[in-house]
């Protein structure tokens, strides 16, 4: 059977443009010899559609486009498996299904609800969907087919050491020669060889060919890089499409061997190609055709600009200097170099005159109290209201610099640079925006200036300052937050891997508090198993240092 892997990117709520998408690329995929297309998970609805499920009308929409869509199919001949929501109609239980609807013919011929429901990290289908509680095997072609939705396929007691659930779908599931799975997968980094090697495991259990269907594209936070593919009954990765971009793999259950789509799994390839992905596909779909930002002439703030470039074009992107009487000469010269190298547009603004102003007008209120963290803050929120001008004026999005070592343990300011739409790098760590600069200036993507990778971090709110003043160096810190935040460590066990204790319960108490920060801050483009975002749900109000 010759199958087309509909891998698309589909945009949250845009029932009519995502259908548009499916029907064009099933009509092509049947020109070429498909005889069964199959789509991502929730492809219809896009994912994840969050609260827009708890209106009925988007339901009833999304049924009868759903309805179209088979009418449009049946012309082409050909079959296709579909994702979507459907109603749950027990009587009992949440009023949804996530299901994988097949059809044929121009006729709904079955449709299998998702079993198993993740509730960890960023998932939380429990809240809008009831499980299903059967399997779904279907013949086409002379084949038996399993339907499996995502999560259903990722609870194999043969690959994993600690199952999530009690409920394997595929345990006692009736013999088929092809699994299908549609998936809505969001990249993190390393997560695709972890998919290759699950998969493999799951045909060789089975021997059969298994059709794994992704999504790509941006959605909000959450990145997802395709990265459809088919594994033979041996194991062997017969075809794999594109990573993040959209593809339709054809495959030929007969002869399913081809090259796999080129791909690369350096770390800072993946980081570089995810974050480009999110930048732009989060523009796209807010409506934002430029984006704003500062530049510091700092490494982060150069990184975020070629990220942008990258995703929108240099002429879609313009940095905005904003010098101080603490900033150094190299600070103005580094981004303007960087500006001529990436092709951007920039505008200097001199704050020293609203630092003036604000310091006249605070003058009788403040005296007798030396300057402090307040007059540095208020440098930073004059840069921050300067910047808001520009988006309100010239209606560009302000992307914010800021990256996860400063946004973990509060080291920026709020209603200063926090300012913004969305955090770009606020998922990577300061040692790692050092590692992918370094990688991009050598993979040709872009030319940050060597004084950027070679200088201190300085904030520049007083004289002669280093981020180090008020942090430990990077390197230890970046360490100390892996394991306080990623493998969710006691200080116990981070001091005894050599950290001094003192430092270790300060960066534990700097996150605590730092809290009421991040919630108010931008959407951060997730790469990594713990970003901060709707995965991240600690309290506000909170006195235990939770990593004691």
Sequence with gaps: MRCAL????????????????IVQAALKAAGQGAQLCVTPELALVGYPPRDLLLYPAFIDKAEEVLLSIAGRAAKSGVALILGTVGRNRSGSGKPLHNQAVFIR????????????????DIFDEARYFEPGNASCRIEHQGLRLALTVCEDIWNDSAFLTSPAYALDPLAGHPPFDLLVNLSASPFTVGKQLLRQDMLAG???????????????????????????????????????????????????????????????????????????????????????????????GGIDSSLVAAIAVKALGADKVRGVLMPSPYS????????LELARNLDIKTSTLAIEPAMRAYADIL???????????????????????????????????????????????????????????????????????????????????????????????????????????????????????????????????????????????????????????????????????????????????????YAL
Aim: charged share 25%; with cysteine; net charge negative.
């Design 328 to 335: 150094s000469g190299h600070s103005v010269s580094d981004a």
């Design 105 to 120: 013919a121009g006729r709904i011929e079955a449709r299998y609800s998702k079993r198993l429901l993740p509730t960890y």
């Design 363 to 545: 003058a009788a209120d403040f005296a007798g109290r030396g300057p402090d963290v307040t007059e540095e803050n208020l440098q930073a929120r004059i840069r921050g209201n300067l910047l808001m001008a520009f988006s309100n004026k010239f209606n560009t999005l302000l992307l914010t610099t800021g990256n996860k070592s400063e946004i973990s343990v509060g080291y920026c300011t709020i209603y200063g640079d926090m300012c913004g739409g969305l955090a770009v790098i606020g998922d990577l760590y300061k040692t790692e925006v050092f590692r992918l600069c370094r990688w991009i200036n050598a993979a040709g993507e872009a030319r940050i200036p060597e004084n950027v990778l070679q200088k201190a971090p300085s904030a520049e709110l007083r004289p002669d300052q280093t981020d180090q003043d008020s942090l430990p160096p990077y390197a230890e810190l970046d360490a100390i937050l892996q394991g306080l935040l990623e493998e969710r460590l006691p200080a116990s066990e981070i001091i005894a891997a050599g950290h001094e204790r003192e430092t270790v319960l300060k960066v534990a108490n700097l996150v605590r508090v730092a809290e009421f920060k991040r919630r108010q801050a931008a959407p951060v483009l997730k790469i990594t198993n713990q970003a901060f975002g709707v995965g991240w749900r600690m309290p506000i109000a909170c006195r235990q240092v």
């Design 202 to 296: 799951l045909t060789r259990k089975y021997a059969a060919y298994v059709l794994y269907v992704n999504m790509t594209g941006g959605d909000d936070d959450l990145i997802f890089d395709g990265r459809s593919m088919c594994v033979t009954p041996a194991g062997e990765l017969a075809a794999r499409a594109r990573a993040f971009a959209e593809d339709t793999l054809l495959v030929d259950t007969e002869a399913p061997a081809q090259t796999p789509a080129e791909d690369d799994f350096t770390p800072e390839a993946e980081i570089w190609r995810a974050l480009v992905t999110g930048t732009r596909d989060y523009c796209l779909k807010t409506g934002q055709s430029s984006v704003i930002l500062g530049l510091s």
């Design 6 to 21: 509909l891998q698309i990117n589909s945009t949250v709520g845009d029932l009519d443009g995502n259908a548009e998408r």
